[in-house]
């Protein structure tokens, strides 16, 4: 079981930066494959990125590649969202998800834990 809690979210002005964390408890932390998703009023969750216990990395390229960094450390079981440059279209609540066999990191089914998430408001 691992239970994870987001951090870091809030009301910053367009253009500004922001940075998530997702502490993560359990001793198996470092081989879970740790995503990053976000999800709109009225839309999907929506991808944004994914980080393997490998440190490979993948991003929502159309999105935030450029303006988004994801890392872990996981000698403190937390994997971290840099989000610089933000836009008022960034705005959502996200969250943080864990899979131990992530074939498709866009794919939310593949993940096996989530936390509850994370506001972030982005205004112009």
């Known amino acids: 079981q691992v239970q994870l809690v987001e951090s870091g979210g809030g009301l910053v002005q367009a253009g500004g930066s922001l940075r998530l964390s997702c502490a993560a408890s359990?001793?198996?932390?470092?081989?879970?494959?740790m995503g990053w998703f976000r999800q709109a009023p009225g839309k999907e969750r929506e991808f944004v990125a994914q980080i393997y216990w490998s440190g490979g990395i993948t991003y929502n390229t159309n999105s935030v590649k450029g303006r988004f960094s994801i890392s872990r450390d996981n000698a403190k079981n937390t994997v971290y969202l840099q989000m610089n440059s933000l836009r008022p279209e960034d705005t959502a609540v996200y969250y943080c998800?864990?899979?131990?066999?992530?074939?498709?990191?866009?794919?939310?089914?593949?993940?096996?834990?989530w936390g509850q998430g994370t506001q972030v408001t982005v205004f112009s």
């Open positions: 998800a864990a899979g131990r066999a992530v074939l498709d990191a866009s794919r939310p089914a593949d993940y096996d834990y």
């Open positions: 359990g001793r198996t932390f470092s081989s879970y494959a």
